[in-house]
């Protein structure tokens, strides 16, 4: 295969940390692997705020939420410094962390081919089988990647 190129979707669950955990082990042997980290986040809207009452509310949940979006970006940050822990190359950790664009799997499959990723590492929560099969993320990107080796931890 070469050296890994793995895009590792990250949405900060404990079945997330599982496939952050599945990479360390099973590329710790390959520390010239390049990672990527990746989180597709929904943007907060602006909005024109003008002094009513019911605004100002509005205001604090929306600085209410574009707190909880930094505090997601600097949590990549700690997970790529766990990566460096485990003896990744830094240069070769990368962090994508943007807006939604489509829906999560059509930005995974979009990101996965535009980066030319020949690993990709989801996750799904255990159980309902039949949702694996009837459009969840892992589904869609499973059929949508040809050439990419799509490792699913659950």
Do not use: W
Not at 45 to 69: A, F, H, N, W
Not at 88 to 110: C, L, M, P, Q, T
Not at 131 to 142: C, E, I, M, Q, T
Request: glycine letters at 4%; one cysteine or more; proline letters at 4%.
């Amino acid at each position: 295969m070469g050296t890994p190129k793995i895009l590792l979707p990250y949405n900060f669950t404990n079945f997330d940390k599982k496939a952050l955990d599945f990479v360390c082990r099973t590329f710790s042997d390959k520390k010239e692997a390049e990672i990527t980290l990746f989180n597709a986040y929904t943007p907060v809207p602006t909005i024109e705020m003008r002094g009513s009452p019911i605004m100002d509310q509005m205001r604090d949940t929306l600085s209410y939420l574009s707190q909880k979006v930094k505090e997601q970006e600097d949590a990549l940050k700690t997970i790529k410094k766990h990566l460096l822990e485990k003896g990744f190359i830094e240069d070769n950790i990368d962090i994508v962390f943007e807006s939604k664009k489509r829906d999560v799997a059509g930005d995974i499959i979009d990101l996965a081919q535009k980066g030319q990723f020949n690993v990709v590492v989801l996750n799904r929560k255990p159980g309902k089988i039949a949702r694996f099969f009837a459009g969840s993320v892992s589904s869609k990107v499973v059929a949508a990647l040809k050439n990419t080796t799509v490792c699913i931890v659950s």
